[in-house]
């Protein structure tokens, strides 16, 4: 299986602020990785595919870069909304994995 | 817009098996592109994926679940299953139905809102 690390675990940051999290692969995965959003009691939601495509409807203060094994999430100016977890996710191959998730504070 | 939504029992006794259905509504699962998917996520922690199956009926499961799962699909209700043999209270977790669009990579691009399952006497 392939190892999704991300870090940090956890960030605190303040609205207004530029926010960068990591993920890692245990392996090269291409572009195959994607980014969700996930607010308590709710289910995730996809932010950003194929590494640095943006879903539709998603803010553009939202962007992702990345190929091989490293990749960051990026949001650019924080705001109230953002608040929540975030996991990476590789489609490289099956089993699908996930990051263990930062959880932005 | 599609939306997909569980059911199936919130708790479930250990050793015995744990059934859950997706119904999908704003689209059809029988249409290409599109993989059909179960993950979950215990409380307080992070996201497993289960396994995925397709209108041709192939699957794949996640290895570590292989010899306890199965999936269906019924293309007539626009659902699909998933059973979980042999329960345990490691199985107790958040599960989550979703649809894998494959068009330029693969990813969970609409997500159930999640039943609780508690496995538990």
């Not at chain 2, 041709?56 to 299953?81: A, C, E, I, V, W």
Request: glycine share 10%; charged share 15%; net charge positive.
């Amino acid at each position: 299986d392939i190892q999704m690390t991300q870090s940090p675990s956890s960030l605190s940051a303040s609205v207004g602020d530029r926010v960068t999290i990591t993920c890692r692969a245990s392996q090269s995965i291409t572009s195959y990785l994607n980014w969700y959003q996930q607010k308590p009691g709710k289910a995730p939601s996809l932010l950003i595919y194929g590494a640095s495509s943006l879903q539709s409807g998603v803010p553009s203060r939202f962007s992702g870069s990345g190929s091989g094994a490293d990749f960051t999430l990026t949001i650019s100016s924080l705001q109230p909304e953002d608040f929540a977890a975030y996991y990476c996710q590789q489609s490289f191959n099956t089993p699908y994995t996930f990051g263990q998730g930062t959880k932005l504070e | 817009q599609v939306q997909l939504q569980e059911s199936g029992p919130g708790l479930v006794k250990p050793s015995q098996t744990l059934s859950l259905t997706c119904t999908v509504s704003g689209g059809s699962i029988s249409r290409g592109n599109f993989y059909w998917s179960w993950i979950r996520q215990p409380a307080g922690k992070g996201l497993e994926w289960i396994g995925r199956i397709y209108i041709s009926g192939s699957t794949n499961f996640n290895p570590s679940l292989k010899s306890r799962l199965s999936m269906f699909m019924d293309t007539s209700k626009n659902q699909f299953s998933l059973k979980l043999t042999s329960v345990t209270a490691a199985d107790t977790a958040v599960y989550y139905c979703a649809r894998i669009n494959t068009r330029s990579g693969s990813r969970f691009d609409y997500w159930g809102h999640g039943t609780l399952v508690t496995v538990s006497a």
